[in-house]
């Protein structure tokens, strides 16, 4: 069965980097895009950008472009999420999702990141 | 891209029924046939209930029904039970490779 397994939570200071992983199996990876969603404290989902595994040809969403970076390593299945210059607004879970149908399908189960000084 | 919009809330007795509308665009939900709806319980990971408008993935009860009509998707749950209360996304496409998320409607099961 598709299954998305996330990095473990992080605390980061304002100014930081963050890295998240995101190991796929269950599929063939090359096979369908990863998008990346981040959910704020109390607040609702927020798409961040998408990748194509197959390609590398990634689309960001206009208020994280210049400050996030998607990637995949397919020898290992495996997405990552960097955002940088971290912001105590960015505090938030983030979760990564393959496509059903375009749209996110399947969820990685979240990784908490904690921004603070 | 706005986020898409939904009511905050929305309730319904057991074994009744209870729609959710998401609105949009033309250059979202007006503009595509990819149309998604998720449900998502506290603490939880969302899950797909709907996907490509009116799809359900194996798993999800025929109670859970997607339309659209113009710029406005629907999620109907029918026959609600207790464990239906959660609160419901919808997600559309918004241009090549770019989507965009409902702001999210709370269904309390009285």
């Known amino acids: 069965q598709v299954q998305l397994v996330q990095s473990g939570a992080e605390v980061k200071k304002p100014g930081a980097s963050v890295k998240v992983s995101c190991k796929a199996s269950?599929?063939?990876?090359?096979?369908?895009?990863i998008h990346w969603v981040r959910q704020a404290p109390g607040q609702g989902l927020e798409w961040m950008g998408w990748i194509s595994p197959y390609s590398g040809n990634t689309n960001y969403a206009q208020n994280f472009q210049g400050r996030v970076t998607m990637t995949t390593d397919t020898s290992t299945s495996t997405a990552y999420m960097d955002l940088r210059s971290l912001r105590s607004d960015d505090a938030a879970v983030y979760y990564c999702a393959r496509d059903l149908g375009l749209l996110p399908g399947y969820w990685g189960q979240g990784t908490l990141v904690t921004v603070s000084s | 891209q706005s986020a898409l919009t939904q009511p905050p809330s929305a309730s319904g007795s057991p074994g009744q029924s209870v729609t959710i509308s998401c609105t949009g665009t033309s250059n979202d939900v007006g503009g595509y046939t990819y149309v998604s709806w998720y449900q998502q319980h506290p603490g939880k990971a969302p899950k797909v209930v709907i996907y490509e408008v009116t799809n359900r993935p194996s798993g999800v009860p025929d109670r859970f029904f997607g339309s659209k009509s113009g710029n406005t998707a629907f999620l109907t749950v029918s026959g609600l039970q207790a464990e239906d209360e959660a609160d419901y996304y919808c997600s559309s496409n918004a241009g090549i490779n770019t989507f965009v998320f409902g702001t999210g409607t709370k269904v309390t099961v009285l």
């Open positions: 269950g599929y063939t990876f090359t096979s369908y895009g």
